[in-house]
C-alpha cells in the first residue's frame, strides 16, 4: 500500500486476503522495496499517491495497480501498459457523493453558510450584532461545468433542480446533450455565474483555470473545484481572491495538500474542505469492494471488474 491507510476497512479487508505492506510507516522505503522486489506482486494507492515509473521499476514482480480512487495522475498508466501490468480504479460509486459535495459549496459559498454558522456560534446574534454578510441567491445561477463525464452530468442533473442553466466544455461537443456547449474554458467562463472543474487531470487539464479564466469568471463569479488541485493555478486563485477579481470560490482540492494558501482562510466567500468529496462512509466502503474485488478477481484469473489498463 503505497498511500498511508485512510480507511480501517479497505485495511482490514486486504489484511485477511493478502500479506499487506505499509509503504507509508516504512523509515527506509529504498531499503524496504530492494528487500521485497521479487515478492510484491500489487500496489493498492489512492489519489496522493500511487505507482510512478520508478517504483514500477522497482518491482518487477508487479502485476496490478488497484486504486481506491476515479482519479489515476498518480498512476504513470504508459509505464504500465509497456509492462503489462494492469490498473484498476473506482469509477461510478463516488459519482453520487462528489455531485453532491458540488452542489453543497455553491450553496455554501452564495449563501454564506459557514460564516453564518460562525456569526451564531460565537454569540454575536444573540449580542444583537448586526449580520452584514452578502447572501446571494442560489436557484436560477449559470452553471458552467469543465467536463461533462460521470460526475459533471451528475453535477448538471442535480443543478437543474435547482432551475439552474447548464453549459459546459469537454474535449468535444458531447452527442445528444441538450446544455449549451462552448469551444473554449474561457468563452464559458465568460458565459456562467459559477464554473464547476469536474475533469480528469492530465497534462492538457493541469492549470485549466488560469488568470485568462479566471478573470473571465469575474468579480461576481464563483470557482467550484472537485477535481485535482493541479487543475486550478492556485497563486492566480489567490491573487484574484484577494484582489476581489473573483467573486468567490468552494474548494475541496489544493495544489500541495495538505497544506493551504494561508491568504485564503480570512476570506469569508471562499469555503475550503479537506479532500472529502467521496467522503462518506458509504462510499469509501463501496470503494474498498471494488479494491479488494479488483485484487481478487485479478489473482483468481477472472476479468476485472473495473479495468483501466
Known sequence: MTCPPVHPYLVEALEKRFTLHKLDSVPDKAQFLSSHRDSIRAVVGNAAAGADAELIDQLPKLEIVSSYSVGLDKIDLAKCKEKGIRVTNTPDVLTDDVADLALGLMLAVLRRLCESDRYVRSGLWKKGVGFNLFLLQF????????????????????????????????????????????????????????????????????????????????????????????????????????????????????????????????????VLLPHVGSGTVETRQAMADLVVGNLEAHFLNKPLLTPVV
Not at 446533450?177 to 468563452?187: A, G, Q, T
Not at 478573470?215 to 472537485?226: E, R, S, T
Not at 485535482?228 to 492556485?234: A, I, K, N, S
Open 139 to 270: 436557484s436560477g445561477k449559470t452553471v458552467g461545468i469543465i467536463g461533462l463525464g460521470r460526475i459533471g452530468m451528475a453535477i448538471a442533473q442535480r443543478a437543474e433542480a435547482f432551475s439552474c442553466p447548464i453549459s459546459y466544455f469537454s474535449r468535444s461537443q458531447k452527442p445528444g446533450i441538450n446544455y449549451k456547449y462552448h469551444p473554449s474554458v474561457v468563452d464559458l467562463a465568460a458565459n456562467c455565474d459559477i464554473l464547476v472543474v469536474a475533469c480528469a487531470l492530465t497534462p492538457e487539464t493541469r492549470h485549466i483555470i488560469n488568470r485568462e479564466v479566471i478573470d473571465a469568471l469575474g468579480p461576481k463569479g464563483v470557482l467550484i473545484n472537485i477535481g485535482r488541485g493541479p487543475h486550478v493555478d492556485e497563486a492566480e486563485l489567490v491573487s484574484a481572491l484577494v484582489e476581489g477579481r473573483l467573486g468567490g470560490a468552494g474548494l475541496d482540492v489544493f495544489q500541495d495538500e495538505p497544506n493551504v494558501p494561508e491568504e485564503l482562510f480570512k476570506l469569508e466567500n471562499v
